[in-house]
């Protein structure tokens, strides 16, 4: 099974920074790999896929890139809202999500 | 407006059976794989089954192989977890999601459906 890890498991962020997450595959899936958004007592929300082709109607400052077994999700200028957890999929082989990202205020 | 809205869930003892529902609306079903993903409590995201639009094809996380099995009916745009011999660790909010044809990301989420497993 692909294993996805993802780091850091928690970031302090101050709104209107640039930050980047990371999510690391165990054996390549190419650029099978999509980002999601999960804000607290909600359902996960596609962000990004295909590492990093753009969604309809999720802001500009969300982008992504990678292929292979190193992927990453930027957000540019942190706003409050994105206070969430952020989870990375593969669907090379089957389908397998990271652990998450959790995205706090400092 | 794309709508997935699960039913069927609640507290169930371990070694018993639960039906899930996932009754879809706004999109062309039968164009869609579906598939069930579930979260624990603090937990984060697992993927459970998928299957094919036209469920000619499933498949299961070895976890629930033998004991899950995804269906669909495309008549009535619905789908199906039938979780049978269900244990404490099957204890979670389970979500029903769409796939578009030949995609492999989950495009569309219901707001999901909690079991307990718990004597």
């Known amino acids: 099974d692909v294993v996805l890890t993802q780091s850091p498991a928690t970031l302090s962020v101050t709104p209107g920074e640039r930050i980047s997450l990371s999510c690391r595959a165990s054996?390549?899936?190419?650029?099978?790999l999509h980002w999601y958004q999960q804000k607290p007592n909600e359902s996960p929300r596609l962000l990004i896929k295909?590492?990093?082709q753009s969604i309809s109607g999720i802001p500009s400052r969300f982008s992504g890139s990678g292929s292979g077994t190193d992927f990453t999700l930027s957000i540019n200028g942190v706003e409050l809202e994105d206070l969430s957890i952020y989870y990375c999929?593969?669907?090379?082989?089957?389908?397998?999500f990271g652990a998450g990202t959790k995205l706090e205020l400092k | 407006e794309v709508q997935l809205v699960e039913s069927g869930g609640g507290l169930v003892q371990p070694g018993r059976s639960m039906k899930l529902s996932c009754a879809a609306s706004?999109?062309?079903?039968?164009?869609?794989?579906m598939a069930w993903v579930c979260q624990a409590p603090k937990k984060g995201l697992e993927w459970v089954a998928t299957?094919?639009?036209?469920?000619?094809?499933?498949y299961y996380r070895d976890s629930v192989k033998g004991r899950f099995t995804i269906s669909r009916d495309n008549a009535k745009s619905t789908l199906y977890l039938q979780m049978d011999s269900l244990r404490s660790e099957d204890t979670a909010t389970y979500y029903c999601?769409?796939?578009?044809?030949?995609?492999?990301?989950?495009?569309?989420w219901g707001q999901g459906v909690m079991v307990t497993v718990s004597s």
């Open positions: 054996e390549s899936v190419d650029t099978y």
């Open positions: 999929q593969q669907g090379n082989s089957l389908h397998t």
């Open positions: 295909y590492a990093s």
């Open positions: 999601a769409s796939l578009n044809l030949g995609e492999d990301y989950f495009d569309y």
């Open positions: 706004g999109f062309t079903f039968n164009n869609y794989d």
């Open positions: 299957i094919s639009y036209d469920g000619s094809s499933t």
